[in-house]
T-cell receptor
Framework: QQKVQQSPESLSVPEGGMASLNCTSSDRNFQYFWWYRQHSGEGPKALMSIFSDGDKKEGRFTAHLNKASLHVSLHIRDSQPSDSALYFC??????FGDGTVLTVKP | NSKVIQTPRYLVKGQGQKAKMRCIPE?????VFWYQQNKNNEFKFLINFQNQEVLQQIDMTEKRFSAECPSNSPCSLEIQSSEAGDSALYLC???????????FGKGTRLTVV
């Protein structure tokens, strides 16, 4: 079964800092990655998707995909306390990473 | 904001009891997913539907869970005989036929005592 390895398990950054999250797929046939964010007590919400090699920027969020290495990353610049949440990557609706807990300290 | 509605938000059952939860997917979303999120935040796909038909499900779902998505009624997920290990957040999600983005509800938190 396709697997997605996500790292780190947890991450703490100061307010205004850069947060970097990573995912690697075990299946070369993946078509895309989605990043989801889940605040406490809520269901996950989609942040952004990436289908092509390179960078995709949406506001403070930048996703980077390297299909050759099956790796995707999410970078959050100017991190805010409201960014504190659980972040998941997904290579399909059936395959999610185990999540990264991001804490942004004021 | 997601319009996937899940009820109840919280459910407490004794071991061996049935536990049933419901989900109304977003309008126009024929594909529905159920997931289990454990206390370590790990996601496990359980089953998915397209309209009323089961597309995929894992072994655990086949054996102890029953799920359906009847037309004009909420989808449901039922655990036939709850076990302590079933305590988790159960998330329902839906998407349009050809989209890749999945929209989640807020979940039903099941506690088996």
């Amino acid at each position: 079964q396709q697997k997605v390895q996500q790292s780190p398990e947890s991450l703490s950054v100061p307010e205004g800092g850069m947060a970097s999250l990573n995912c690697t797929s075990s299946d070369r046939n993946f078509q895309y990655f989605w990043w989801y964010r889940q605040h406490s007590g809520e269901g996950p919400k989609a942040l952004m998707s990436i289908f092509s090699d390179g960078d995709k920027k949406e506001g403070r969020f930048t996703a980077h995909l390297n299909k050759a290495s099956l790796h995707v990353s999410l970078h959050i610049r100017d991190s805010q306390p409201s960014d504190s949440a659980l972040y998941f990557c997904a290579a399909s609706p059936l395959t999610f990473g185990d999540g990264t807990v991001l804490t942004v300290k004021p | 904001n997601s319009k996937v509605i899940q009820t109840p938000r919280y459910l407490v059952k004794g071991q061996g009891q049935k536990a049933k939860m419901r989900c109304i997917p977003e309008k126009g979303h024929p594909v529905v997913f159920w997931y289990q999120q454990n206390k370590n935040n790990e996601f496990k796909f359980l089953i998915n539907f397209q309209n009323q038909e089961v597309l995929q499900q894992i072994d655990m779902t086949e054996k102890r869970f029953s799920a359906e998505c009847p037309s004009n009624s909420p989808c449901s997920l039922e655990i036939q005989s709850s076990e302590a290990g079933d305590s988790a957040l159960y998330l329902c999600a839906s998407r349009r036929q050809r989209d890749t983005e999945v929209f989640f509800g807020k979940g039903t938190r099941l506690t088996v005592v």
